[in-house]
């Protein structure tokens, strides 16, 4: 499985900008989809999940700014990112498994694939 993660960039606060995680060798639409972020000097933390069956969930920081998709022709998942905000900069990555439950889409030991991770720098 290789996930290929891009969309990342400069913007200024408040703008907005749309993160792709494309993926060969696994079908996202039977797959668990994630994204996470390292800021830096600090650890990875969720961002948003999106179950194969369709339930999503959100981090507390990012409810209601942040929506993520998936398009199952293309094979890829999305991080829509409005009202960004300074400390939304980070490297972002994004996750697929097969085999994640829905009450477990937060846990990043859920999932076995991964990609390099696409910075996203959010200017003051």
């Known amino acids: 499985v290789q996930l290929q993660a891009s969309g990342g960039g400069l913007v200024q606060a408040g703008g907005s900008l749309r993160l792709s995680c494309a993926a060969s060798g696994r079908r996202i639409s039977t797959s668990a989809v994630a994204w996470f972020r390292q800021a830096p000097g600090k650890g990875r933390t969720f961002v948003a999940g999106m179950h194969r069956s369709g339930g999503v969930t959100y981090s507390d920081s990012v409810k209601g700014r942040f929506t993520i998709s998936r398009d199952s022709a293309a094979n890829t998942g999305y991080l829509q990112m409005n009202s960004l905000r300074p400390e939304d900069t980070a490297v972002y990555y994004c996750?697929?498994?097969?085999?994640?439950?829905?009450?477990?889409?937060?846990?990043?030991?859920?999932?076995?694939?991964w990609g390099r991770g696409t910075l996203v720098t959010v200017s003051s």
């Open positions: 996750a697929v498994d097969p085999s994640v439950i829905l009450s477990n889409l937060a846990s990043q030991t859920a999932y076995k694939s």
